[in-house]
């Protein structure tokens, strides 16, 4: 009994290894082998059963130590059926294995057809790129050169997952290399060097593109029409625009200039400048010109004369100036068309007579200030005790609406504007630096702490004024007509 296992196992053995040894070494005829195999094995369980042997006699034999020994035949009728059965489902495994096997090799093979008919295609575009030199561009060999990587890795792919030689992959990969040799040859034709200078205007694209790029991130502000006040306040101030000396010369370091706000024609332009005299307290004359254009060219529209204004403190709007009266506590209103004081009325509770000027500033004591709203003073009182007193004033009547109390000391800072019913104040860094570093808005009677530098060309800023129509800051930088765009915040 147990040889008979012994012997089948060895037979289920062989069998195997047989099997697998074919299938690894033959891949093109395993179905004949196992066929074979499982024939054998059908054959032999069927011609057994037909001629049973049931009995035999057998001889024994003593050995020394007198135990009885003999050989037993096993009639072939014992013949396990299990083990036969177990023989057939490894045959049926290896058969579906081989399937798997040859229908892979299909695939490589159709696989191979697709990349030959790509490699004749390349060659074609080759040749073609041969024959006509001039037709040809970087685009062309990058392309050829991207497409023949793509063939090497897969060819590179296929080789590994094929087991043994194959003549066909190898032919392709001869290919292949035989191409990439071709392609750089012909580039490396290129005698007018159009190749290089290709590569250096890609690159310049390149360049050209990232510094638009960065451009459009950096000086691309919201834009907000004029007189809005949609944005959520001042986010920053240009260079300074040097526009050129006030119209009196060098030696007027002191004085004001602007342009007019008229909110119900915002486009039409008058600018005005108002040097004080070299005293540096009060002005008898100030120009107005009826564009820019006059204004760099000295093409005076008017010239105006007031019996007198104090300090660098006026403003134009809606074509009426609006002054502080020298030596007194009043405010004017001058209709520059009729060359008449129209209103004169004191400012109640203004401190005055250099009482609380700007830092740096003498005698702008009141200091009027136009922004989308309408119009505005700002000065200081006795009862605020020279902190900055806001007010809205009805620019008919020269009446107070409404003031505000803030807690900044006015002559701690160099000057003031009102921009959307906020005021800023300035205050010096150095003598080419200023900062807007206060903040007071009137709609909710907050103060607020903000830090936006405004370069300089001169000492002292002897006038800062902002305008709704151009959004721009004016300022008089002793003697000198400076100006600045305004950015928002969104
Ligand atoms: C070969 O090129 C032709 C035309 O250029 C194209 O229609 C065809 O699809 C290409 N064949 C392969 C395998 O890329
Ligand atoms: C590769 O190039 C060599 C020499 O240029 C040539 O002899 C060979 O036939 C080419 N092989 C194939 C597969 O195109
Ligand atoms: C830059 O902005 C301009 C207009 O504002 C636009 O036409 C252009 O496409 C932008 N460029 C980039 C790279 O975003
Ligand atoms: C403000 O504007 C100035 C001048 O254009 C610029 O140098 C600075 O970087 C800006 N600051 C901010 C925070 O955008
Ligand atoms: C300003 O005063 C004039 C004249 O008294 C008046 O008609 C007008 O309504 C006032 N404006 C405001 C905003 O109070
Ligand atoms: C079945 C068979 O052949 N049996 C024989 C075995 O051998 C003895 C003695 O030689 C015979 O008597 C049996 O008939």
Request: hydrophobic letters at 35%; a negative charge; proline letters at 3%.
């Amino acid at each position: 009994m147990k040889h008979t296992q012994v012997a089948l196992l060895l037979l289920v053995q062989g069998a195997i290894a047989q099997a697998t040894t074919m299938a690894a070494t033959e891949v093109t005829s395993p179905v004949s082998t196992l066929q074979y195999l499982t024939t054998q094995l059908n054959e032999k369980t069927t011609s057994q059963s037909t001629s049973p042997k049931l009995f035999a006699n057998v001889t024994g034999s003593l050995d020394d130590h007198g135990s009885c020994q003999c050989s037993v035949y096993l009639p072939d009728t014992t013949f396990p059926v299990q083990k036969a059965e177990e023989l057939q489902v490894i045959a049926t495994t290896l058969l579906q294995k081989f399937e798997a096997e040859l229908s892979q090799v299909k695939e490589y093979s159709k696989r191979i057809e697709l990349y030959q008919q790509q490699i004749l295609n390349i060659t074609l575009r080759v040749e073609h790129m041969e024959q006509s030199s001039i037709s040809y561009t970087e685009l062309d060999f990058q392309l050829l050169k991207v497409e023949i990587n793509d063939l090497e890795r897969l060819v590179t792919q296929l080789k590994s997952s094929v087991v043994g030689s194959n003549v066909i992959i190898d032919q392709i990969y001869l290919e292949i290399t035989n191409l990439t040799i071709l392609v750089n040859q012909l580039e490396s034709m290129d005698k007018n060097n159009i190749l290089a200078i290709r590569r250096q205007i890609v690159s310049l694209q390149n360049q050209l593109r990232e510094c638009e790029e960065s451009k459009n991130k950096t000086t691309a502000p919201p834009y907000f029409p004029p007189g809005s006040c949609i944005h959520r306040g001042l986010l920053n101030v240009s260079q300074p625009y040097v526009v050129k000396l006030n119209w009196r010369g060098f030696s007027y370091k002191y004085g004001s200039w602007g342009r007019d706000y008229s909110p119900s024609n915002p486009e039409k332009e008058i600018y005005w400048v108002a040097p004080l005299e070299t005293s540096g307290r009060y002005f008898e004359y100030f120009r107005t010109y009826g564009s820019f254009d006059d204004l760099l060219l000295f093409k005076t529209q008017y010239e105006r004369r007031l019996r007198y204004g104090e300090g660098s403190g006026a403003a134009l709007y809606n074509n009426f100036f609006y002054y502080h009266v020298y030596t007194s506590s009043d405010i004017a209103k001058y209709d520059i068309n009729t060359n008449n004081v129209v209103v004169r009325k004191a400012l109640p509770s203004a401190a005055v007579n250099n009482r609380f000027s700007y830092a740096g500033v003498s005698y702008q004591d009141i200091d009027f200030a136009v922004d989308e709203s309408g119009l505005w003073v700002i000065y200081s009182t006795e009862n605020s005790m020279g902190n900055i007193v806001i007010s809205k004033l009805n620019e008919t009547t020269l009446d107070v609406l409404n003031t505000w109390q803030t807690r900044q000391y006015k002559p701690s800072v160099s000057n003031a504007f009102m921009l959307c019913g906020i005021l800023y104040a300035t205050r010096t860094l150095s003598t080419r630096k200023e900062e807007i570093f206060y903040m007071y808005d009137t709609s909710t009677g907050e103060e607020g702490r903000v830090s936006v530098i405004m370069d300089k060309k001169l000492d002292t800023i002897q006038s800062l004024a902002y305008n709704p129509t151009d959004q721009r800051l004016y300022v008089y930088n002793d003697g000198y007509l400076l100006r600045y765009d305004v950015t928002f915040q969104p």
